[in-house]
């Protein structure tokens, strides 16, 4: 038989990975997988409980943990953690298992999505959301952007609308 496609959705906090790719695996009849889920269903702890106890180094090697099994996986979807792209590991699995689609949207855009969940460490610190998320465009937007095989903007459109542009030039 032939192999299976996978969609894997890269990009920041706030980009609308979650959401979109939830509407993109319903439309295409696809299995829909996020890698921060499946981190809080192995460890039966939320993400802020592993940032705490373990730190962010050890959410990184759950994270890459998961993805490695996931992308074992044919005809998914997968939403990825939005620092997942800093482990070249993952930067070449998701490369190498499916077609990679970078959701970018402006900086104000993620803070507004973002500011009534609390569910996000990195954005739970002294330090204005809008300036981490700066900080941390500036070190990631070229890691998403080095493995997408194409980018679509979710500042402009619904939820729904953003997975059927997708489905548009993914071309099936
Ligand atoms: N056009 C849109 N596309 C996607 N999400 C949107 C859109 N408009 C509003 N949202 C909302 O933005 C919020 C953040 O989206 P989501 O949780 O899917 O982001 P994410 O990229 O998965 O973030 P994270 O990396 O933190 O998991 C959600 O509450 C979602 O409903
Ligand atoms: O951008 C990040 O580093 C993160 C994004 C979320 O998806 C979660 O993986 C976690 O909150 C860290
Ligand atoms: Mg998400």
Same mark, same amino acid.
């Given at each position: @038989? !032939? =192999?299976? $496609?996978?969609?894997?959705?890269? /990009?920041?906090? /706030? !980009? /609308?990975?979650?959401?979109? /790719? $939830? #509407?993109? !695996?319903? @439309?295409? #009849?696809? =299995?829909?997988?996020?890698?921060?889920?499946e981190i809080e269903r192995r460890t039966g702890a939320d993400i802020a409980w592993v940032f705490d106890l373990e730190g962010e180094e050890g959410f990184r090697v759950r994270e890459e943990n998961v993805i490695q099994d996931l992308t074992e996986l044919q005809g998914i979807v997968l939403a990825t953690g939005g620092g997942s792209v800093l482990s070249k590991e993952t930067r070449n699995r998701l490369s190498a298992r499916g077609i990679v689609v970078y959701l970018e949207t402006p900086i104000e855009k993620q803070v507004a999505r973002t500011q009534r969940d609390k569910r996000r460490p990195l954005l739970q610190t002294e330090e204005a959301p809008k300036e981490v998320l700066e900080r941390l465009a500036e070190e990631r937007n070229p890691l998403y952007a080095e493995i997408a095989d194409f980018t679509v903007r979710t500042d402009e459109q619904s939820a729904r609308a953003v997975a059927s542009q997708i489905i548009d030039q993914l071309g099936f």
């Amino acid at each position: @038989m !032939a =192999e299976k $496609r996978n969609i894997f959705l890269v /990009g920041p906090m /706030g !980009a /609308g990975k979650s959401t979109i /790719g $939830r #509407h993109l !695996a319903d @439309m295409l #009849h696809l =299995e829909f997988y996020d890698s921060d889920q499946e981190i809080e269903r192995r460890t039966g702890a939320d993400i802020a409980w592993v940032f705490d106890l373990e730190g962010e180094e050890g959410f990184r090697v759950r994270e890459e943990n998961v993805i490695q099994d996931l992308t074992e996986l044919q005809g998914i979807v997968l939403a990825t953690g939005g620092g997942s792209v800093l482990s070249k590991e993952t930067r070449n699995r998701l490369s190498a298992r499916g077609i990679v689609v970078y959701l970018e949207t402006p900086i104000e855009k993620q803070v507004a999505r973002t500011q009534r969940d609390k569910r996000r460490p990195l954005l739970q610190t002294e330090e204005a959301p809008k300036e981490v998320l700066e900080r941390l465009a500036e070190e990631r937007n070229p890691l998403y952007a080095e493995i997408a095989d194409f980018t679509v903007r979710t500042d402009e459109q619904s939820a729904r609308a953003v997975a059927s542009q997708i489905i548009d030039q993914l071309g099936f």
